[in-house]
């Protein structure tokens, strides 16, 4: 490693795990390069930021942000005064602010342009929020809670509407795909929603249209994410597999499973939707092949379950 800003140019995906560390790896070989300290608890949420420069992790009554270019092992900024666990982080396109959800019943919207990192926004629900997704109109935040319930906030108008697609049934995972065509919500009993998206411009809220239920997963669904390309959609659960749906009829494309893979908690894409990075309870980070369903690579060195990923990274190299 010759220098700081070649490091950061180098790290492509981060891990993070129970062992309370992140670690920072080579996308294309598979080495860490660096371990980054995450002492105080666990991380439910990696997220790097739009410029590439930080890497935020969501964790018990905090938020840490490293430095990707910095060789420290500590965090640079400490979001404290958080009453119990964060549990989803994102950010805008452009950097201006960052949203989270939390056990504390509350989204919040921070504003990252001040010194003080304060929190300019509050949304209060009306149980513990498990996960949030921001619509590509950068306006709409979908807030998901334990008990069932799929929050829309216009952060612009304050407009607000909230959908249930199964009753006491946790949401565990929103994703919108890029194009804003599709919105798709995992719950706690494997199954997967999806609807489609239409209006969300100027300012008419973005209006649902349910497209498809599926039974996803035997067991408890994680993650649901869609691919940069729109083509795609991938599911995770507690069954140890992750399961790639085609957008065009939401049919299943491949299985991806390992027979010492455990529950994948978390789950990306890389930009050219050709692969895909899991992180499972076996310790280990996989790359796999979109097309065959193949492991390409593992992470191996965490010492405990990988909780979540964070992933960014011009075209992968083939």
Known sequence: MSGGSEVGNQVLLATASYDHTIKLWQAHSGICQRTLKHPESQVNALEITPNRQQLAAAGYQHIRMYDLKSLSEDPVINYEGISRNVTALGFQEDGKWMFTGGEDCTAKIWDLR????????????????TCACL???????????????????????????????????????????????????????????????????GESPT????????????????????????????????DHTARIWKTADFSQMTELSDTSQRWVWDVAFSADSQHIFTGSSDHVARLW??????????????????????????????
């Not at 060195?301 to 075209?315: E, N, R, T």
């Open 135 to 201: 619509h590509p109109n950068q306006a709409e935040l979908f807030v998901g809670d334990q008990t069932g319930v799929i929050h829309i906030w216009d952060i612009k108008t304050e407009h607000y509407e909230q959908l249930i697609p199964e009753a006491d049934a946790s949401i565990q995972s929103i994703a919108i795909d890029p194009e804003g065509t599709y919105m798709a919500a995992v719950n706690n009993r494997g199954k997967a929603y999806v609807w489609r998206l239409s209006g969300g411009t």
């Open 207 to 238: 209006t649902l249209t349910p497209a498809r239920s599926i039974h996803a997963h035997g067991k408890y669904a994680l993650k649901v994410k869609f691919s940069p390309d729109s083509t795609m959609m991938v599911t995770t659960s507690a």
């Open 114 to 129: 001040s010194y003080n990192l304060h929190v300019s926004r509050i949304f209060q629900v009306s149980s513990p929020v």
């Open 289 to 318: 092949s979109v097309e065959t369903g193949e492991v390409k690579r593992e992470y191996s060195g965490h010492q405990k379950a990988i909780s979540a990923i964070a992933f960014k990274d011009v075209l992968f190299p083939s």
